[in-house]
T-cell receptor, first 112, second 115 residues
Framework: TQLLEQSPQFLSIQEGENLTVYCNSS?????LQWYRQEPGEGPVLLVT?????EVKKLKRLTFQFGDARKDSSLHITAAQPGDTGLYLC????????????FGQGTRLTINP | ETGVTQSPTHLIKTRGQQVTLRCSSQ?????VSWYQQALGQGPQFIFQ???????GRGNFPPRFSGLQFPNYSSELNVNALELDDSALYLC??????????????FGPGTRLLVL
């Protein structure tokens, strides 16, 4: 059974600070996706990383896929209150069905 | 807006009852996956339908069943509801490609409360 451990589960910081969220597994994934979920809504895709060692940037967000494709990180620079939300990492498993294995999520609060 | 719609948005049932949740996939998408998200947890894969056939199943009992219709919309049925079935139920559609970067587009979910 593939598991994704996401840390920290809760993070509350001041506006302007930097932060990193980690997503770790002992399993290899064909790709890893990061989602953001607002209350009462479904997850919205932020980025997909496919190649080991891949780094992608989305404005102030930097996503990295581990060399062995088992772990990933999300780094936010100069966090803003609008970054507040639930961040989920999800590993893609291709065994018949293309299913996603999700981490528990990181509840991020950015205080003004 | 992902183009994936779900109904109803909220539902309250009692233990032992049965429930049907509905999902309309994004136009052109032939694959629908269902996930259960308990409060404070990440979503868990229930099953996937591809061209009207079940194409994979997670660790959920047989009382969780589904259907996919010729227009690729889908239903999730849960029989003999238990309190632990209270959760947000999400459906996600994809184009059915097998590439590693295939994106799943999620609907807003149905919030089910079992009393």
């Amino acid at each position: 059974t593939q598991l994704l451990e996401q840390s920290p589960q809760f993070l509350s910081i001041q506006e302007g600070e930097n932060l990193t969220v980690y997503c770790n597994s002992s399993s290899v994934f064909s790709s890893l996706q990061w989602y953001r979920q607002e209350p009462g809504e479904g997850p919205v895709l932020l980025v997909t990383v496919v190649t080991g060692g891949e780094v992608k940037k989305l404005k102030r967000l930097t996503f990295q896929f581990g060399d062995a494709r088992k772990d990933s990180s999300l780094h936010i620079t100069a966090a803003q209150p609008g970054d507040t939300g639930l961040y989920l990492c999800a590993g893609a498993v291709s065994s018949g069905a293309q299913k996603l294995v999700f981490g528990q999520g990181t509840r991020l609060t950015i205080n003004p | 807006e992902t183009g994936v719609t779900q109904s109803p948005t909220h539902l309250i049932k009692t233990r032992g009852q049965q429930v049907t949740l509905r999902c309309s996939s994004q136009s052109g998408h032939n694959t629908v996956s269902w996930y259960q998200q308990a409060l404070g947890q990440g979503p868990q894969f229930i099953f996937q339908y591809y061209r009207e056939e079940e194409n994979g199943r997670g660790n959920f009992p047989p009382r969780f069943s589904g259907l996919q219709f010729p227009n690729y919309s889908s239903e999730l049925n849960v029989n003999a509801l238990e309190l632990d079935d209270s959760a947000l139920y999400l459906c996600a559609s994809t184009g059915g490609g097998r590439g590693p970067g295939e994106t799943q587009y999620f609907g807003p979910g149905t919030r089910l409360l079992v009393l």
